[in-house]
């Protein structure tokens, strides 16, 4: 019912920024809260930073001052603007899209990933 699509990641030398991009679409039912969780290679998914339409966004300590989340609740579309960039911040990053049927029954729907590799 929900497709989700990444975009934006790559290489990009310390201290400096990228924009992701996630765009969400849904069929059927209703899309909630969106946002951006990190895997790097051998470390568990974490949380980067989320929003939702209404409420204010909530972003990981390691994110806070540096990353920015903003949504286009119109389009479906969500953003993460990383600046100040660090070898830490290299992983997978995945959109998250919350989604409720017609019968608001909740599930989490993932994007296949974008790569941001922080290096010199």
């Known amino acids: 019912q929900v497709q989700v699509v990444e975009s934006g990641g790559g290489l990009v030398q310390p201290g400096g920024s990228l924009r992701l991009s996630c765009a969400a679409s849904?069929?059927?039912?209703?899309?909630?809260?969106m946002g951006w969780y990190r895997q790097a290679p051998g470390k568990q998914r974490e949380l980067v930073a989320t929003?939702?339409?209404?409420?204010?966004?909530t972003y990981a300590e390691s994110a806070k001052g540096r990353f920015t989340i903003s949504r286009d609740n119109a389009k479906n579309r969500v953003y993460l603007q990383m600046n100040s960039l660090n070898p830490e911040d290299t992983a997978v990053y995945y959109c998250?899209?919350?989604?409720?049927?017609?019968?608001?029954?909740?599930?989490?729907?993932w994007g296949q990933g974008t790569q941001v590799t922080v290096s010199s």
């Open positions: 849904a069929s059927t039912g209703s899309i909630d809260d």
């Open positions: 998250n899209v919350v989604w409720y049927s017609r019968s608001w029954s909740r599930s989490d729907y």
């Open positions: 929003t939702t339409g209404g409420g204010k966004p």
